[in-house]
């Protein structure tokens, strides 16, 4: 078992039952939070108990602790995970650095405006020290929305959503999603009309089932 798995096992057993509310272990989850960021591993459950604690105890709230735990959230879009961790997050502190910047980047990733993200994020790139594999974690997410929204891509507009690509970078990325350069320039995603599948529903009630619902009124 690796530390970070043996980790995880542990901290499992402190959130079991009474003791997740305990301020004495937050020191504990704290630690937590840095090992995810830095082996690049993701706890929501734990990471939730941390800022219900904070909640509990404003005296303990870490700023830091509490944007790493924002930032291993947006790792894991499109799921809601950081809407959950931002409503736990009493609105002074959000209006903090550096969660305020934190909230913001969010929100531009949430509303898909991706090259305004990345702008934004040049501007604020301490923000991600220490937090492994961040880009790549958004670019798998920035995949998934073009995956699901386009048919065919201009090549420079899928480079600029990606974060200003160089041609290699983007092949490497193109290439794991199976995407192909149909003509000059342009990306070929999937044919979004073949990937709809509709659904014929049909709903066969007879007479007696007609019958015994009309008499029970």
Not at 51 to 80: E, G, R
Not at 183 to 210: A, H, L, R, T, W
Request: aromatic share 10%; hydrophobic share 40%; with cysteine.
């Amino acid at each position: 078992m690796s530390a970070i798995e043996q980790m995880r096992a542990n901290v499992g057993k402190l959130l079991k039952g009474i003791d997740r509310y305990n301020p004495e272990n937050l020191s504990t989850l704290e630690r937590y939070v840095e090992t995810q960021a830095r082996e690049n591993a993701y706890d929501l459950e734990a990471n939730l108990a941390v800022l219900k604690l904070y909640q509990f105890n404003p005296a303990f709230f870490q700023s830091t602790v509490t944007a790493q735990i924002l930032l291993k959230a947006l790792t894991n879009l499109p799921h809601t995970d950081f809407t959950l961790c931002k409503c736990m997050i009493d609105q002074t502190h959000q209006e903090e650095r550096p969660i305020q910047q934190i909230l913001n980047l969010g929100d531009l990733l949430e509303t898909c405006h991706f090259q305004d993200f990345w702008r934004n994020l040049e501007e604020n790139a301490e923000l991600i020290d220490g937090i492994t594999s961040f880009e790549d974690s958004v670019r798998k997410f920035i995949c998934h929305v073009v995956g699901i929204t386009y048919q065919t891509i201009e090549k420079w507009l899928l480079a600029e959503m990606l974060g200003e690509l160089t041609d290699s970078q983007l092949q490497v990325w193109m290439s794991k999603y199976g995407w192909t350069e149909s003509e000059p320039e342009k990306i070929f995603i999937c044919n979004q009309e073949e990937s709809i599948k509709p659904k014929n529903i049909v709903e066969k009630i007879d007479f007696d089932s007609v019958a015994s619902i009309m008499a029970s009124h």
